[in-house]
């Protein structure tokens, strides 16, 4: 059973269209984020939600809107795609033990091609 | 704020070599540091951690990596590279005191030959 799961997998799309990926832990943990892999591997967080609240929000067009409808859920809607939105999409989530450490579990990613 | 250089964009070994990943971070407290995995078209899988206590900490694959403080540095070792280990290896430094953002070095890119 997979602890962390994204949809789609791949994504092919036209510039200006507008997408939405989705993403689901069922590892009970209270955090999620949404990181951004570009061609040269290098990952940057966009978003991040606690217990449904937005916590963390980088420096990111406003065409990237972030929804988490309950814990376990966190998707990216995507409006008016451009050809630099091309990636790798990785959703992960974390809970926060003794420690204070956040500890992230990713899900397999979700390239995102624009033509 | 957080930052984590590792230095070698790649690196190829022999089957059977030793193997040293370089990573080195910058945070203002105590950091809390890991290294994870990357295989080719697949998630980040983590291997390892260190939070405080002993400085050399075991993961998983045979791994290790030691926490020089003095040195600003977590590196990754394995004593003999098995072929499968080829992958990209992040090295990542995460904020302490119930802090959220994880925050990834630029990658190593390891390439193991016959």
């Known amino acids: 059973d997979t602890a962390v799961s994204q949809t789609p997998k791949y994504l092919v799309t036209q510039m200006g269209n507008d997408k939405s990926i989705k993403c689901e832990q069922n590892?009970?943990?209270?955090?999620m984020y949404w990181y951004k892999q570009d061609s040269k591997k290098f990952l940057k967080i966009m978003f991040s939600y606690n217990n449904k609240e937005l916590i963390i929000n980088e420096t990111v067009p406003n065409r990237f809107s972030p929804k988490s409808p309950d814990k376990a859920h966190l998707n990216l809607h995507i409006n008016s795609l451009e050809l630099g939105d091309s990636a790798v999409y990785f959703c992960?989530?974390?809970?926060?033990?003794?420690?204070?450490?956040?500890?992230?579990?990713f899900g397999a990613g979700s390239r995102l091609t624009v033509l | 704020a957080q930052s984590v250089t590792q230095p070698d964009i790649h690196i190829t070994v022999s089957e059977g070599a030793s193997l040293e990943l370089r990573c080195n971070y910058s945070?203002?407290?105590?950091?809390?540091l890991f290294w994870y995995v990357q295989s080719p078209g697949q998630g980040l899988q983590l291997l390892l951690k260190y939070f405080s206590g002993d400085t050399l900490v075991q993961g998983i694959k045979g791994f290790e990596a030691e926490f020089k403080r003095s040195q600003s540095s977590f590196n990754l070792r394995k004593p003999s590279v098995h072929w499968s280990d080829a992958a990209e290896y992040f090295c990542a430094v995460g904020a302490g005191g119930g802090g959220f953002k994880t925050i990834f070095g630029a990658g190593t890119r390891l390439f193991v030959k016959a």
């Open positions: 590892l009970g943990h209270d955090t």
């Open positions: 945070y203002g407290a105590t950091p809390y």
């Open positions: 992960a989530s974390s809970s926060q033990g003794i420690s204070g450490a956040n500890v992230l579990t």
